[in-house]
């Protein structure tokens, strides 16, 4: 029995113009299968724009933490991460001041509803303090190996062809050690990813250490 299922967008896109034409009655079996493929079609390509976003947003973090480390620090104690770890989630409160200011000032009327981007910053901030009570998943600048990596990430020695190595490399995260952090247990230090290696140096200020299927 020949198997007729449509699978791929591609395939769809040759087959529609024969529903358009009346080759195919709209209301067949098949211009329904045809509309199936389509609607799977538009939703793997919209979970697919969705991963893209949501690695950006990692990249971002990792990154921001990278550079905000001292350029003469070899590694940062434990409190001084959980700091750095605060200001990253402040680092939008300027513009929410700024925002709220101006649109008091525009409007005469005191319950003018917030604008888009306010809206979007405070429900990002939300989520970000709801996270850092349950595990906040950032770089490990307590150990000095793991920081030796984390700058190599975002400055890469130039390839020995000569070309130009950009750095922030996606494909070069998984070598990076990422602890989780807990707002309410700041001397607690979870492995969320092991890097490179399978033993670290003891971090400074590292007090309490388990993998994360432990915490789980």
């Not at 680092?91 to 525009?106: D, P, Y």
């Amino acid at each position: 029995m020949p198997n007729n299922r449509v699978k791929t967008l591609k395939a769809v896109q040759g087959k529609k113009t024969k529903v358009a034409s009346g080759q195919v009655h709209p209301n067949s079996r098949r211009a329904k299968q045809l509309q199936r493929v389509e609607l799977r079609a538009k939703k793997l390509e919209h979970d697919a724009k969705v991963r893209r976003v949501a690695e950006v947003h990692e990249m971002d973090r990792h990154l921001y933490f990278v550079h905000a480390l001292p350029s003469d620090a070899t590694s940062v104690s434990l409190p001084d991460l959980h700091q750095i770890l605060n200001d990253y989630l402040n680092r939008n409160e300027a513009e929410l001041v700024e925002l709220k200011h101006e649109r008091e000032g525009r409007s005469w009327r005191k319950g003018e509803g917030k604008g888009k981007r306010e809206t979007e910053l405070e429900k990002l901030r939300e989520e970000e303090e709801s996270e850092y009570k349950t595990g906040f998943v950032i770089p490990d600048l307590t150990v000095a190996e793991n920081v030796v990596i984390c700058r190599q990430w975002i400055k890469p020695a130039p390839a020995k062809e000569g070309k130009n190595t950009k750095g922030g490399d996606p494909s070069y995260l998984g070598r990076i050690r990422l602890i989780r952090l807990f707002k309410d247990d700041p001397n607690v230090v979870v492995v969320a990813q092991k890097g490179a290696r399978e033993t670290w140096q003891e971090g400074e200020g590292e007090v309490e250490m388990g993998d994360a299927d432990d915490a789980a």
